[in-house]
């Protein structure tokens, strides 16, 4: 095997690495990316990097959305461990359940992070190296990724600058709404009139009544000419139009990423860095009628992808099946950190990839995946390989008009289209048993509360109505 520089000890199976690169696209969902099987090429910088590097086909986020699931990120457990169930609530993590850069921080790690999500995801930085990025929120001039890169470009030559081993974190939204990429990667994957008066694909997307003025303030062009007056901007008339702006994002975001990678290829850090690229959760589009969020515990928004790259001490061109999620994460870097010992003294629920990848199996890290969601709708779910289960456990607003039972056949309907709750009633009572086994252990595990039950929703009404153009 190949030993470089960097790598310490002699055996494949011991070997640990130096630096570890964290990477979270934020609403990045994996069927919209080209190396996922995407139609449009949206991602021909991260499909090329992949190539050299383990692409696990099926990786879950169990806990949507951002908080919940960057939570589950960071600290290798599960909601009913570290019970941060709601997007933006009162509840802070508790300081008892470690997070992965104070776990590395204690090991003696160099921590850094280009993020602003704050709160209990900068604890483990020193001050100085927890940094947020800004950029220009003008339409159609926010240049997202750019920021990031320069704000983590800046850290990371603090970070071999210095001594230690070093672990960074880097955060990107570019998928995130409102979907407005800078020109000229608007027009890459849509050509037409998206005000059409006569294409009424968008009715129902503006009468969505808690992101209607939200909507109505973000997807519609301005007057060059005046571009404040409210009176002379015009909605957007055509769904394919918002698609595709998505994908844009993505695109845009895609591209930045190359300059990043050049960056550590240049500095030589592109070989024998640990490098985990995921996604915090995807989004919806128009797929369920949940419109350009993500809320829905459907695989839009629990399909994350995760590349883990590392040519030097990772067999390269694998892609592979089998469930794992983002729980997997935090124990998979203290594995290749040397650190197993701190995951199993912290009893993560997630499970190492480490052996996955050096046997190249498709076994994934486990049967069963419990969802939750707690933002805009309140739901429960159950996922195996082939079927997902969603429970409504009350708590969601009518207007979103949910089933309160899904289940879906993923093998035969990936898309999520056909609800068999009715005529598949023993799949629906199997894994209502399945998830309330699950459940039960690992309260009595625990000895917490159900977050599900015990948090409301945070999420009621987004837009400003002074600033929405009239329908
Ligand atoms: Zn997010």
């Not at 090329?48 to 959305?65: M, N, R």
């Not at 303030?217 to 571009?227: E, F, G, I, N, R």
């Not at 009176?231 to 008339?237: D, G, I, M, S």
């Amino acid at each position: 095997m190949w030993l470089g520089g960097n790598l310490t000890r002699t055996s494949e199976r011991n070997s640990v690495l130096r630096n570890i690169i964290l990477i979270s696209l934020d609403t990045l969902r994996a069927s919209s990316m080209s190396c996922y099987g995407h139609r449009n090429l949206t991602t021909p910088h991260l499909d090329a990097l992949a190539e050299k590097s383990v692409l696990f086909e099926k990786c879950i986020s169990p806990h949507i959305p951002t908080h919940p699931a960057h939570t589950t990120m960071f600290t290798g457990k599960d909601v009913l461990s570290h019970q941060i169930i709601t997007q933006g609530g009162t509840l802070n993590l508790a300081t008892d359940v470690q997070t992965i850069p104070e776990l590395l921080s204690e090991a003696g790690y160099f921590t850094v992070a280009a993020d602003n999500l704050g709160r209990w995801f900068q604890r483990g930085f020193p001050e100085a190296q927890y940094r947020g990025y800004q950029w220009e929120t003008g339409y159609r001039k926010a240049r997202k990724a750019e920021a990031v890169n320069q704000t983590a470009i800046e850290l990371l030559d603090l970070a071999q600058a210095q001594d230690k081993p070093w672990f960074a974190f880097l955060h990107y939204w570019d998928p995130h709404t409102p979907y407005l990429p800078p020109l000229p990667f608007e027009r890459m994957f849509y050509s037409g009139d998206e005000c059409d008066p006569n294409n009424r694909s968008m009715d129902a997307v503006y009468t969505c009544e808690p992101f209607t003025d939200y909507f109505r303030q973000w997807m519609c062009t301005p007057d060059p000419a005046d571009p404040d007056n409210i009176a002379k901007k015009r909605l957007w008339t055509d769904r394919r139009y918002v698609n595709a702006q998505y994908d844009a994002s993505i695109a845009y975001m895609d591209a930045c990423l190359a300059q990043l990678f050049r960056y550590l290829h240049d500095c030589g850090q592109l070989e024998e860095t640990l490098l985990i690229i995921t996604a915090d959760h995807g989004e919806e589009l128009d797929e369920h009628e949940l419109w350009y969020d993500h809320h829905g515990l459907y695989e839009t928004n629990c399909h994350v992808p995760l590349i883990v790259h590392c040519p030097a001490l990772i067999h390269e061109g694998q892609r592979l099946g089998g469930l794992v999620r983002l729980t997997d994460i935090a124990p998979t870097i203290l594995d290749y950190s040397g650190l197993t010992a701190v995951a199993e003294r912290e009893k993560m629920e997630g499970a190492s990839l480490r052996g996955l990848m050096e046997k190249g199996t498709h076994d994934g890290t486990t049967e069963g995946v419990y969802l939750t969601e707690c933002g805009w709708m309140k739901k429960r779910g159950w996922q195996t390989q082939k079927w997902k289960l969603i429970v409504e456990t009350g708590g969601t607003p009518a207007v979103y008009r949910t089933p309160d039972l899904e289940l879906y056949d993923l093998e035969e309907d990936p898309d999520e289209v056909y609800n068999l709750a009715e005529e598949a009633d023993d799949v629906v009572e199997r894994l209502k048993a399945d998830m309330a086994a699950f459940l039960q252990h690992r309260l009595s595990e625990t000895g917490l509360p159900d977050p599900t039950v015990e948090q409301d929703i945070t999420m009621r009404r987004i837009g400003d109505k002074s600033k929405a153009v009239p329908l």
